[in-house]
């Protein structure tokens, strides 16, 4: 038990935007940042089962940080964390629809929001075994090969079909306004 406190105490104290709060906090209050951190947790946790707005939080919680270090991505000149976000987007993706259908019974189940959290943390934990990764390489990617090809002639075969659909309004728009403007002429 002892190694794992201290490495969280290790990752408390990194530099980074977590332990720069945290190091404000400590120096303003006297509290050791170890328990900032938990105490912060188990509010947090409580707050998802019992608290009012636990959906808007729990979206806060994907959607701002990743959106964040994602930025931070693009910015940086290194590939690997920019194929770590677009994974876990990828995922977020996958789960946004796959929760859309599912929400009206998964509303009822005790500490739901809770579990949602935790499992968006997991999908976006710094860790090699993280969520996304796990995800997308056992299940998304093997369905995405397997089914890429016919989605690819259905995205084809709508695009084109789209395309139609605008030139034949187009053309039968300016026909009209045409016409339209013969018929106003003649009646002067």
């Known amino acids: 038990m002892g190694s794992a406190q201290q490495r969280l105490q290790r990752f408390l104290d990194r530099p980074g935007p977590l332990g720069d709060l945290l190091g404000r906090l400590e120096a303003r209050t006297g509290v050791q940042r170890l328990y900032l951190a938990s105490g912060s947790v188990a509010f947090l946790g409580l707050y998802l089962m019992f608290g009012y707005g636990a959906s808007l939080l729990c979206n806060l919680i994907g959607f701002a940080y990743p959106a964040y270090v994602s930025i931070k991505a693009i910015e940086s000149s290194s590939k690997e964390d920019d194929t770590m976000w677009l994974t876990y987007w990828v995922v977020y993706g996958v789960f946004c629809i796959a929760e859309s259908f599912s929400d009206l019974f998964l509303y009822w189940f005790p500490f739901y929001y809770a579990g949602k959290c935790l499992f968006l943390v997991w999908c976006m934990a710094p860790v090699p075994w993280n969520g996304s990764q796990v995800l997308y390489h056992s299940i998304i990617r093997p369905c995405f090969l397997k089914h890429h090809e016919a989605v690819d002639n259905v995205i084809s075969d709508i695009s084109t079909k789209a395309l139609d659909a605008a030139s034949t309004v187009t053309r039968e ?16």
């Open 173 to 188: 728009g300016t026909r009209a306004s045409l016409s339209l403007a013969e018929e106003l002429n003649k009646m002067k």
